[in-house]
């Protein structure tokens, strides 16, 4: 299976979390990052949740 690595801003870090497990059925790895944008709102991204 591929790995689905993600990036979320704070507003939307708790949806990137419930559709990572929804899609690998397992606890995401969340970590900070710096210059990614987010997944959902195009807004520079907080979060990078992956593997
Ligand atoms: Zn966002």
């Given at each position: 299976m591929e790995d689905i690595i993600m990036y979320a801003c704070r507003e939307h870090v708790e949806i990137a979390i419930d559709d990572f497990v929804n899609d690998m059925e397992a606890a995401p790895q969340i970590t900070v990052t710096d210059n990614e944008i987010c997944?959902?709102?195009?807004?520079?991204?907080e979060y990078r949740i992956g593997k």
């Open positions: 997944s959902y709102c195009n807004e520079k991204a």
